[in-house]
């Protein structure tokens, strides 16, 4: 029972305890209000001032400078693209036999930088939405202008410019280049908007442009040895093939990517050896070479199309 009563009297006098330092706490709280009003009603500003927190700047890892700089090696690439386009163009104009044959050169190279700048980019994970549009920007003047400037001074310019019964001739060449420069910005637009074929990405709509100005590089570097086109009839062929290349680019006829092929993997050697003879090939006789894979690559996809769209037709027909 005493102790019972010792514990009662305990809890009682620490609750009193309590409860005088919470009206302790109350009183000198009120004293503090009732003080920091009389000092404001004086004309003296009590306010506490503002505390700021100061943000971290975390230094930039080794890693993280590292991946800054992987994002400038696909735009170096699309810059490399760029300055071949542009190098292409001046030698047109300027018309010798080399000349021509070094535009097109550049254009060649142009399509391999163009090649390889999308894929470092989805190799390294550093796509982004800036990078594909200075892509498509760089392909305008590579396979757009370029190509249309090479095929008209090639053609037309130096052969007939003094010749006045070829100024009809002249109007349809113009026309024609030009056709051909809009065709690839009307696809490369597609492009952006729509990309590749629905369901995958191992079919392009449409010629890619990189092959369709390398039909054209391909035939003024096969013809190098000799003088631009001095034939009017060859010269209208000419630039009706632009026409012919300027239609598939704009067409929905489905063109191999060659995307869909696992490069980062490993190789069996025999792909390895064919890769070999292949370079080779191009390397030791590339006025033939290059002219046989840009046309067989053009003429195969449209060869495939027709035989789709008679094969389709002709299950039509037996439903």
């Known amino acids: ?5 010792q514990g009662r009297e305990f809890r009682r006098d620490g609750a009193e305890s309590q409860a005088e330092l919470r009206t302790g706490r109350r009183k000198s709280g009120n004293r503090g209000t009732a003080r920091s009003t009389l000092l404001r009603d004086m004309g003296w500003d009590m306010t506490e001032p503002e505390q700021h927190q100061m943000p971290f700047i975390e230094k930039p890892t080794r890693r993280a400078r590292l991946r800054r700089g992987i994002f400038l090696i696909p735009s170096l690439f699309t810059v490399a693209n760029l300055l071949c386009g542009y190098y292409a ?6 018309g ?28 390294t ?32 310019r130096y052969a007939f410019a003094g010749s006045g019964n070829f100024h009809q001739l002249g109007e349809f060449a113009w026309i024609c ?6 065709c690839t910005a009307w696809r490369l637009a597609r492009f952006n908007v729509k990309g590749m074929e629905p369901g995958g990405n191992k079919n392009f709509v449409g010629m890619p442009t990189p092959a369709a100005a390398g039909v054209v590089a391909a035939i003024i570097h096969a013809r190098h040895y000799f003088d631009p086109i001095s034939d009017k009839n060859w010269a209208i062929l000419w630039f009706v093939l632009l026409l012919a290349l300027g239609g598939l680019m704009t067409s929905t006829v489905r063109y191999y990517s060659f995307k869909d092929i696992p490069w980062s993997r490993k190789q069996p050697s025999f792909t390895i050896i064919l890769m070999f003879l ?32 008679l094969r389709h037709r002709l299950v039509a027909r037996t439903a």
């Not at 029972?1 to 009563?5: A, D, E, K, P, V």
């Not at 163009?89 to 300027?94: H, T």
Request: with cysteine; hydrophobic share 55%.
């Open 1 to 5: 029972m005493r102790g019972c009563r």
């Open 89 to 94: 163009s001046i030698a047109a104009l300027v």
């Open 96 to 123: 010798g036999k080399e000349d021509f044959d070094h535009a097109a050169k550049a254009i060649g190279l142009a399509i391999l930088f163009d090649s390889m700048d999308g894929r470092i980019a989805r190799m």
């Open 125 to 156: 994970g550093t796509n982004t939405e800036f990078g594909v549009q200075f892509d498509s920007l760089a392909d305008v003047v590579s396979f757009g202008i370029a190509p249309a400037i090479l095929a008209y001074a090639w053609g037309y």
């Open 177 to 182: 280049c030009l056709t051909f420069l809009i």
């Open 278 to 309: 292949l370079v080779a090939v191009i390397w030791r006789y590339s006025e033939e070479a290059l002219v046989i894979i840009a046309g067989t690559y053009a003429v195969v996809g449209l060869v495939l199309h027709i035989v789709r769209f």
